[in-house]
């Protein structure tokens, strides 16, 4: 007979304090400093407790609040349906057009058309949206003249009675994308910007699914902000976008409701997730504040986009799995709409190929995963609750600086937000080069048989410094990716060899890390099992014609094995240690200058060998 009693489970087991939770702890640790080695000190100015407890729920006010409900944090609709998003360029209306209704038939429910078209005028947009029947997908204009396609479209709409049911949004944005590119607005305090900006909410005050404006949010994630930057900067802008349309007599309600901010998804995952979270609570309590008729005027639309700065080049289907994450926790976190960046978008335009497995991630999510079905299933994690607490106080603070600096536009004018993106990016770029953060194929595990194809040129992983006062988006591996494909295109092939001796399990572990090690430069790794004698390994070596030889063995075999082994090779290769050893003081005063190891800085000390020979 079935059991149809409800039961708890776990019942039957007693409660563990959090006490004794840290006792054992504590035993494990061994004396260790408990914040050192098991609190994450964040990028984004917070720390990480190693676990999180129904305790740890305790004064965080947002809780409690469903789907759709003020201030939005699970999510402004009590369902989770996204749309899937694939951008395509207009330079010809016909063949775009063509493209779309592909796309549409291929699972795609919104389209983004970036027109490059100079002159776009009345009688492309017929042709760009033929067929295409507006009510009935989601529609995104970017690119050039973003103002006049705004006009064009609008037109079309009300020409054509659908403007009321259309869902269109136009990435008309000066404040971010124009501050970001231009350093300045085009006209003093973007006057005339600001009053296009104006005219267009008037004209679309009817039409309750029409965004006039897109808050770029993105283009700080790419020129290497972190995830507290890029939702600080955006809510500011946001504000600011308000601020000024309620000054030129419009209403808080039909400002907010125009607005739409378009952000990048990284790879942060559960951090990714608590942002769209934190993003929906502060900018609902934002427009609060301003006194809207309705609190659904503080409903933030997400758009968002997987992360271009952490794609490679190299190993370029590792992006395909980048891109997965990203979009679960996109999807995951509430986005309104969502475009997976093909995996080859870093050095080609995107294969028909990679824009099928861009939009089968998000197809693949909805249909065989079932992500739509559940409404913000994150909520009631602690440890998302309290990601998604310390990102919303965090970014808060960031955005009451900037309000003191007299809003997002001054703040950028006087350099505030390039020096905070700047800074950020460098401090990304030093953990990359030190490996304390990881970009798999570039700086860490690469694929040592790969050569750069003919598709990878010198301008892909150049990276492009920002003129004045602008941001310049670039990819975190570019700086490897770069000195890579330069030894790909210098005609050599440089070697290094693996001379293990001494402890086999530490020669093996050191081996494997220092073959990962110079294959993130392209240099060509032999490694091996275990050399009996340091004279048999050396003569190997030799006959190999490595330009360099990489002793592995245990620290305490380094104080014999390295003079010896700098002794038969004679000059005849770069000797290097892998490892710290104590000895390290004594085999320098004896000439061995080359150690790597887990603290190196893997970026410059690769350089210099390669400079050492001559590449």
Known sequence: MANTKREKLF??????????????????????????????????GFNVRPYYRAENLEGIKFLGSQAGEFPYVRGTRAHNRWHVHQTVTVECPK??????????????????????????????????LDGICVSAVSLAFSGKGMGDVAELVIAKLEKEGTAAEADVAFAIDPLVKGLS???????????????????????????????????????FSNAGSTIVEELAFALSAGNDY???????????????????????????????????????????????????????????????????????????YVNMLRGTTEAMSAVIGGVRSLEVTPFDASFETPTEFSKRIARNVEL??????????????????YYVENLTQSIASEA????????????????????????????SAAAKDKNIATRRQTLLGANQFPNFTEVA?????????????????????????????????????????????????????????????????????????????????????????????????????????????????????????ILVVAGAPACAPELEAQGIKNFINVKSNVLETLKFYLKEMGI
Not at 534 to 556: R, T
């Open 11 to 44: 019942t039957e087991f007693p409660p563990v304090p959090t006490e004794k939770w840290e006792e054992v702890i504590a035993v494990d640790l061994k004396g260790a400093d408990y914040e050192r080695k098991l609190v994450w000190r964040t990028g984004e």
């Open 95 to 128: 063949t775009a057009n063509a493209e779309a209704l592909k796309l549409l038939n291929a699972g795609v429910d919104s389209l983004g058309f970036e027109i490059v078209k100079e002159g776009f005028a009345a009688a492309d947009l017929d042709q760009l």
């Open 181 to 219: 590119t231009k350093g300045d607005f085009c006209s003093p305090n973007g006057e005339k910007c600001f009053a296009r900006i104006a005219a267009l909410v008037r004209k679309t005050a009817a039409y309750k699914h029409i965004r006039v404006v897109t808050v770029s949010a993105d283009i």
């Open 242 to 316: 308000i601020a000024r349309l309620t000054d030129a007599g419009l209403t808080v309600d039909e400002a907010a409701r125009k607005l739409r901010f378009s952000f990048s998804v990284t790879s942060n995952y559960f951090m990714e997730i608590a942002k769209f979270r934190a993003a929906r609570m502060l900018w609902a309590n934002i427009v609060k504040a301003y006194n809207p008729e309705k609190h659904c005027a503080g409903k933030m639309m997400i758009h968002a986009a997987t992360s271009k700065w952490n794609q490679t080049v190299y190993d370029p």
């Open 364 to 381: 693949l999510l909805k249909h065989e995963s079932h992500f739509d079905q559940v409404v913000d299933p994150a909520g009631g994690s």
């Open 396 to 423: 808060w603070k960031l955005f009451l600086e900037i309000e003191e600096k007299g809003g997002y536009a001054e703040a950028y004018k006087a350099g505030f937000i390039k020096e905070r993106v700047e800074a």
């Open 453 to 573: 194809p003919k598709e990878i040129t010198a301008e892909s992983v150049t990276r492009r410094q920002a003129e004045g006062n602008t941001l310049s988006p670039y990819r975190g591996a570019m700086a490897f990716e770069e000195m890579r494909l330069h030894v790909d295109r210098s005609g050599k092939q440089p070697k290094a060899f693996m001379l293990t001796c001494g402890n086999l399990a530490m020669a093996r572990a050191r081996a494997q890390f220092s073959c990962n090690f110079f294959a993130c430069a392209g240099i060509r790794v032999q490694d091996n099992t275990f050399f009996k004698s340091i004279e048999e390994g050396v003569k190997a070596a030799l006959e190999s014609k490595a330009e360099i030889v990489v002793v592995c063995a245990s620290d305490d075999d380094y104080a014999e094995a390295a003079p010896k082994v700098k002794e038969l090779l004679g000059g005849k290769a």
